[in-house]
Every structure is written in C-alpha cells, then in structure tokens.
C-alpha cells in the first residue's frame, strides 16, 4: 500500500522542457511538491527541491530565475521566462488543464486543440451570418457575369435557404443542421441535390475568405437518380403541336420548330435574333455570350426546320420574348388542355404529363437516331458525345426517326403532313 502511494503523482505537463513539477505521495502518506530544473534550463547541474505545497515550489521557481544570469536572447533565458509564466497559473487553471490533457489523451497536444477550436469558432476572416454570406456571393456572380437565369436560380434556392439558416453565424453551421432540414423536405431527389450543391458552392466561397473554416456540405450524400431516358414527343404529338401553334399562336411557332428541330436551349432561343439564322447557308449562329458553355457553336438547319421557317410570321425576333417564363407559358397554353368556364373540356392536352424540356430533348433523340453519330449531334446541341450517347440512344425507331424529318406544313391548310404509319 505504501508503495501504491509512493508512485501516485499528478504531472502538471504544460511546462518548457527542463522544467519538471510533480506531486508525490510519500511512503507514510505525506504528500510534497518535487521541483526539478534541469540542465536545459539551468545551463548547468540538475536542482531538485521538495516543497509542502505548490506556492512554496512557485516561489523557489521565481526565486531561481531571477537568480539566472543568462545573456538576453539565450535558450536558458527563454526557459526561464517559460517556467515562470507556468507558475503564475492559478490551481483551477492546473485543474482544468489537467482534466483537458486527460480528454485529449492519444488525440494531440492542448495546443493543436486550441487551435482548432480558435479556427472554428473564431474565423480569420471574422464572423458572417449566413444571409450576409449570400449577399456578398451574389454580388459576386454577378459582377463575374453569370448569366441572369443562373443568377435567378442562385437568389431563389439562396432565399430558401436562408429562412432556415440565414441568422446564423455561417462557421456554426453543421452537417447535420443541413441533413435534418432535407430530411423534413418534401423536395424531389433532384431538387435536393439542387439545394446540397448550392449549399456547397457558398461554403466554398465563404472558406476562401476565412468566414469558415470547412464545407459542411461537402459530405452531405446527394439523392441517388434514376437513370430513366429524357422525356420525348410522339411524331403525332409533335405534329399536333406544331398544328396548333399555327392556328392558336403564330408568334410562338417559330420557337416551336426551332425547338424541335434544332434542339436550341431555352435560354438560346430566348435571346435569338433572325440576323443569327441564315437560311441561304441553312445556319443558326449560337455566339458564345449566348450559350450555356460560353463557346460559339452553328446549328444546322434541317429540310423541316426550313419548311416551317419559311411560313413563320415577320416578327421583330423569332421569338415572342426574350423572359424565358413568358415563353414557357405561352408554350404551356399550347400543350395543356382548354376548359370553358363551366369546366366543359374544349381540347385534350396533346400529351400529359409534358415531359420536361421536350422540345430538346426530342431533337436529340431523333437526330442521334438519324445519324447514328453521337458527336454529329453533340456539336449540333452544344453537350459532350458521352452525354449524347447516354441520354438519346435507342429512343425512338428507324420508322419513328424517318416520319418526324419529314413533317411539314401543308400549303394553304393547317394540317401536318407526316407518315400515318408513325406513333
């Protein structure tokens, strides 16, 4: 038992090597305090005192430092200043200090924690709510150009986002804020990748000003996607499209067709002019201030798209508006269903639901089942060959591909001429 008692000692470690401070257990039960200085703090010989309680060994410490006679600038001096400084600890610093060094054992030093903990909680960059984060990015995109649609979608998931986490400090929030927020969502997979992938872009731009000093979100799992083919029209539903554009809104036909068959992007059909479509070369100029990937880019035109050029009204821009949203409404009215004020169906939806992008996504598909030549198609619709050939392969069949190149505007009628054979 006196032996078990001998050995006990609490090491106070945050001390400059050469200091040692130790409190020891007697045999008989006695408890002291073991000082010892040695040669790197003294220069010299080993010093060894015992003292009956701390402030006694702090004092001696002070004492012999102050008797030192090192030269300013000396390794023994520094030591000496170190080991003064570590006895003016008060005994709850020692304590708290001892149970820290404890809770860190085989993690680090109490020095790497508390350097981690001051590049967490107080970021270099000083302290930014996230709403102010947000501003600051937005003004930034915009001043890099962004495009408009691009800078819409940024302010509107940013403003979602900000009615759960825009008062809060953006170095406090955490990974699993971000997760029970998804998980309380009833967003689609995709729309919540959307969200996770802002989330991250503005993490990053708040990381390369020191407002925080990690992405939160870079580990959140993203939603996993089903693989399914791009939504296309039927020849049929491509005809009575085209039909009815004619006959209901003339404005709207020529984005109809060039849509259909030229693939264009909303966006690029939106700022189209008709100085960019010539139909003596049978091209269609996509500049590269126009286009998604910043990179001009010239689209055929093909016999059908020319055909139905040719019968578009003279309009001051191809079409009726450059707002994506008043087209897309526009185009809305054309494919959904009419009901009169009773509630009486009028005309059928040409096709419902209405596939997403369909106008795009159906070029791709019968002009890849046409050639049969994923880079011919990926340099028509500005994608990459891989992208083609994942999306747009094997859609539609040879007999489908042949009746849709061939539709075309009946003279002096509203009617599609096109293969009664096609679905």
Known sequence: MADTLHKMKAKIRDLPSGIGVNRTVSGRGKEFWRVRLGKRFTGG??????????????AWILGEAQKEKATPGTVIELKQSSGAAAFALTSSQISEAAACFRRLEGLGSLNTAVSYFLKHANPAGGKRTLAEVAKEFLKSREAMGVRSRTLTQYESYLRTIGERFGSQSINEVRRGEIEDWLSESEWSKRTRNNYVSTLSTLFLFARDRDYCAENPAEKVPRAILDDTPPGILTVKEAAALLDITREMDSEMLAYVAIGLFAGLRRSELCSLEWSEI???????EIKGAKAKTRQRRIVSISDALLAWLAICPETPRPTPSRNEDVCGERLKNLYSEERNERGTILRKAIVFPWPHNALRHSFGSYHYAQHSDENRTAAEMGNSPAVIFRHYRALVKPEATKAFWLLRPASGAKTILFDAQAA
């Open 278 to 284: 010539d139909r003596n070369t049978r091209t269609i």
């Open 45 to 58: 010989p080993v010093i060894k005192r015992d003292f009956s309680t701390l402030a006694d060994a702090r």
